[in-house]
């Protein structure tokens, strides 16, 4: 029997079935070993030597694996075709050899393009030995992330505050999306001015053309620049008689573009099916493993991971095949279409995305789920379209001339002549427009022309467009930077981390995000900038190859990086700092309105605005703290103060005390009376809720405040009375030993007694993660692969979560819980139990350690007590 070893389960089982009963197929679910993250993880004194470690449940697999080879004759690799996979075959090589089950018993590699049964047997017919080039890479890689983590992120921690950690390409990534920002605030619109008319021409539909000569000169974009310039436009078209001057037709053709490569797809599937990159690789990771067809799990598409657009000659002449069978002759051209990559470091092992069979049309399959459908029509669309005939359209350009050649209109269009590949399949672009969208009428040169309603339109140059995933992707593969199975994990990395936001599916950084930039560009610019972060890539690349070797490239980066680090040990935070405040200047402190100096204190006038951090992160303060306690976040105007000098509001007609409203170190807040440094009772204070503007609270908002709670009235059931007030955790209603949240702070003071007992109702009904109730899962994904327990969304007090047993994994920023997937929420669970697991050695150690001390203590105690005992009784025998 031979023990063959996938990556999941699910892939397990389909092949497991194609192979037959002389073979044992196991999952290693995922790397069985990683890194651990503590520092000596990677040493570079010890020529880089590194340490691996597996978690509880990997180890679990392992075992499982171990004892299933302990009776086989043979072991066959068989985890993904890419980089990846052969480290994963490596480590599963490394274990099975340190654990000694091998003994004589032959080990080989093979890798599935598809998990179809003929894909399968055709790569069990030729395995091959581990590739040890590519395992070289992934170590250099592995390294190289993990140096630059362990060693960056501790420096960052110490000069910024509040910043989290800096990745080695999601530093990069962040600096594309903050240098796009910076050229939107940066950008000054300017003005210009363009003129339409509708044309008619011996008794032709009308039809729109455009200024494009005016007193004998030619247009350009900024020739009319105001509306008096319109006008002038507009008279001298209205005062001119026109002919029409030229009318040309030319054809031209289209081809379609090449098939899905990882980025390309992910790409696309932005564009058209609004799926981010991580929905995206995992449904295509579904979609290769394969659904159920006749009774047999079969994969529907090729490896997704892959920047190889190259298609296998028999998939190109399957693809003629169903082109002709379902299009007809005419959409199939005289001769395949081949591709190549124009991307420079693109590794053409692989084939592109492509459908395993193109007779299965997507409207044939059933099984699938709604991503999947919409995902497999995309892929299936786009590889049946490379191979088809190029479209065809007739360009045709018509120039109206005034009889005087001082003005000239023009007006553009495009008819298709032969739909081909457009017949199935239209990238989706950034400038899609409908070639058929301007058709325009026949007319002769020479004949009368008819220019009637001259129409000018102001406009106003526009700033680049923020990037979307799709434009996102597309830049860091056109730099050469990550790889295509990378780019999901690196913008998650982004949006976990809080360094960028979604709007409108548009990244906008956050300032942290924005402040770390700043940070890395000032002192570590070397490692963020494109080219230096390509040549790595490269490097690696070279590596993969055979050509260069990984130590030597480890030491040359290490000796390097590790300088710059030592040289920004002894920077103090004020000069880091000063740094920031000049290379965010502008976003910082924006011009003011009064025309006074940006950095002057709005509040003191004496003091200059400058970047602090403190535990919650960056603000913005003046230098004469604590005399002066401005305070503003980064996000606010400086007219918008978080801090501001205490004012009396008023005196409250009950108590006689004054009502203050004061600032402190957690935001601003009202007080009852003055407070007496001799007394220990405080007086009475109370926040101020984020959703109000401090600035303007006025008496009667404070004297509100001051008096929370608020008596709703009594119960009808007991005569108990529900109270309403903020809390911690924002406004409730509370009767008895039940808390109920409400939606907005004005709730508090507006409920009545009916709507109160009907939301203490729901509460009861639905009592979520209240104390002593079990609360209810939002959606079920299935069970886990493992243990067969199952798995649910949650709502949380802190946001959504993953539940399993008893593991609560919280789901990501950006990540939507109804997109959610079965896969995704295991690797959060496995990855939460890792933590817990490694929370919990430590502690034990730590309990260990300090039983230790005390019984050395304990002993020291007992031995000072014997010496002095008997000194005692020496000294009685003396006496």
Not at 45 to 61: G, I, Y
Not at 119 to 144: C, F, K, S
Not at 232 to 238: D, F, H, L, S, W
Not at 640 to 648: I, L, V
């Given at each position: 029997m031979q023990v063959v070893i996938v990556e999941s389960p699910s892939k397990a089982k389909t092949i497991n079935k194609y192979l037959g009963k002389d073979y044992?197929?196991?999952?290693?679910?995922?790397?069985?070993?990683?890194?651990?993250?503590?520092?000596?993880?990677?040493?570079?004194?010890?020529?880089?030597?590194?340490?691996?470690?597996?978690?509880?449940?990997?180890?679990?697999?392992?075992?499982?694996?171990?004892?299933a080879v302990k009776a086989a004759d043979g072991v066959i690799l068989a985890t993904d075709p890419d980089r990846e996979g052969e480290a994963i075959s490596w480590h599963l090589l490394e274990v099975l050899q340190k654990r000694k089950v091998l003994k004589d018993k032959p080990v080989k590699r093979v890798a599935f393009n598809a998990i179809t049964k003929r894909?399968?047997?055709?790569?069990?017919?030729?395995?091959?030995?581990?590739?040890?080039?590519?395992?070289?890479?992934?170590?250099?890689?592995?390294?190289?992330?993990?140096?630059?983590?362990?060693?960056?992120?501790?420096?960052?921690?110490?000069?910024?505050?509040?910043?989290?950690?800096?990745?080695?390409?999601q530093s990069v990534a962040l600096r594309l999306i903050c240098e796009r920002e910076l050229e939107i605030e940066k950008f000054v619109p300017e003005e210009f001015w363009t003129l339409e008319a509708q044309v008619t021409s011996g008794g032709s539909d009308p039809f729109t053309a455009r200024l494009t000569r005016l007193d004998g000169e030619k247009l350009e974009k900024f020739s009319?620049?105001?509306?008096?310039?319109?006008?002038?436009?507009?008279?001298?078209?209205?005062?001119?008689?026109?002919?029409?001057?030229?009318?040309?037709?030319k054809p031209t053709k289209r081809n379609p573009a090449a098939p899905f490569t990882t980025s390309t797809l992910q790409q696309e599937a932005s564009r058209k099916l609004g799926f981010n990159a991580r929905r995206t690789m995992q449904t295509a990771q579904r979609l290769y493993e394969g659904i159920t067809i006749g009774g047999e799990t079969t994969g529907l598409i090729t490896y997704m991971r892959t920047d190889g657009i190259d298609m296998a000659p028999e998939a190109v002449m399957a693809c003629r095949d169903e082109i002709k069978s379902a299009y007809g002759e005419n959409y199939v051209p005289s001769s395949p279409r081949m591709y190549k990559s124009k991307q420079k470091n693109a590794q053409e092992a692989h084939e592109c995305i492509r459908p395993t069979d193109f007779r299965r049309h997507p409207d044939s399959l059933k099984g699938l789920d709604q991503d999947q459908y919409r995902l497999y029509d995309l892929i299936w669309k786009r590889a049946m379209a490379c191979q088809m005939e190029a479209a065809r359209l007739e360009q045709t350009t018509i120039d109206v001339e005034s009889t005087d050649k001082q003005v000239a209109l023009r007006a553009t269009g495009s008819v298709i002549t032969f739909d081909g590949f457009l017949k199935l399949y239209q990238e989706g672009r950034d400038d899609d427009d409908d070639e058929n969208s301007s058709r325009l009428p026949k007319v002769s040169q020479g004949a009368g022309a008819d220019v009637k309603d001259p129409s000018p339109d102001q406009h106003f140059t526009q700033p680049p467009p923020r990037f979307t995933e799709a434009s996102l992707v597309k830049r860091l593969e056109e730099l050469g930077i990550g790889r295509p199975s990378t780019y999901a994990s690196i913008i998650s990395t982004l949006q976990d981390r809080t360094y960028v936001t979604m709007d409108k599916n548009r990244f906008i950084p956050d300032d942290k995000g924005r402040i770390v930039t700043a940070f890395l560009e000032n002192f570590f610019g070397r490692y963020v900038e494109y080219d230096f972060t390509a040549n790595l890539e490269e490097t690696l690349d070279e590596i993969s190859n055979g050509d260069v070797q990984w130590k030597a490239f480890l030491r040359e980066f290490w000796n390097q990086f590790n300088a710059n680090v030592e040289e920004m040990k002894p920077l103090r935070i004020t000069e880091v700092l000063d740094a920031l405040n000049e290379a965010l200047g502008p976003h910082i402190f924006p011009e003011r309105e009064d025309g006074k100096p940006a950095r002057e204190c709005p509040l003191c006038a004496e003091g200059e605005l400058s970047l602090k951090v403190g535990r919650q992160g960056a603000f913005v303060g003046c230098s004469r703290y604590p005399d002066c306690k401005y305070t503003r976040s980064l996000g606010q105007?400086?007219?918008?103060?978080?801090?501001?000098?205490?004012?009396?509001l008023g005196v409250d007609p009950d108590t006689s005390l004054p009502v203050w409203l004061k600032t402190g170190r957690f935001g601003p807040y009202v007080q009852l009376g003055e407070e007496d440094p001799e007394s220990k009772e405080k007086p009475k204070?109370?926040?101020?809720?984020?959703?109000?503007?401090?600035?303007?609270?006025?008496?009667?908002?404070?004297?509100?405040l001051l008096n929370l709670p608020r008596d709703v009235g009594p119960h009808p059931e007991d005569g108990e009375t529900i109270t309403a007030a903020i809390g911690r955790y924002g406004p409730y209603i509370r009767h008895g030993k039940t808390s109920a949240s409400l939606e907005t702070v004005e709730d508090v003071f507006e409920i009545g007694i009916n709507r109160a007992v009907s939301v203490l109702e729901d509460k009861k009904k639905n009592p979520g993660r209240g104390r002593?109730?079990?609360?209810?899962?939002?959606?079920?994904?299935?069970?886990?692969?493992v243990t067969g327990e199952p798995i649910g969304v949650f709502d949380g007090r802190f946001g959504p979560y993953v539940k399993h047993e008893k593991t609560n994994a919280t789901i990501p920023a950006g990540v939507d819980p109804d997109e959610i997937t079965l896969d995704h929420a295991v690797e959060l669970i496995t990855a939460r139990e890792a933590k817990v697991a490694a929370k919990k050695g430590t502690k034990k150690k730590a309990t260990k350690k300090k039983a230790t001390?005390?019984?050395?203590?304990?002993?020291?105690?007992?031995?000072?007590?014997?010496?002095?005992?008997?000194?005692?009784a020496t000294k009685k025998a003396e006496s």
């Open positions: 044992k197929v196991l999952a290693s679910y995922g790397h069985i070993r990683d890194l651990p993250s503590k520092n000596g993880s990677v040493d570079p004194d010890e020529d880089f030597s590194m340490v691996w470690e597996s978690d509880s449940r990997s180890k679990q697999h392992v075992s499982d694996i171990l004892d894909a399968v047997e055709e790569a069990m017919a030729e395995p091959r030995d581990i590739d040890q080039h590519l395992v070289d890479a992934y170590l250099a890689r592995r390294a190289l992330d993990y140096l630059v983590g362990f060693t960056l992120s501790p420096v960052l921690w110490r000069k910024l505050p509040g910043a989290r950690s800096a990745g080695r390409v009319l620049t105001s509306e008096a310039d319109g006008a002038r436009a507009k008279a001298a078209v209205e005062g001119a008689s026109f002919t029409i001057g030229s009318v040309e037709a105007s400086g007219d918008e103060p978080d801090a501001f000098e205490d004012k009396q204070r109370a926040s101020i809720p984020k959703t109000w503007e401090a600035a303007s609270l006025d008496f009667d908002g404070a004297m509100k002593g109730s079990a609360a209810k899962a939002k959606r079920e994904l299935g069970n886990h692969p001390k005390k019984k050395a203590a304990k002993k020291k105690t007992a031995k000072k007590a014997t010496k002095k005992a008997a000194k005692k």
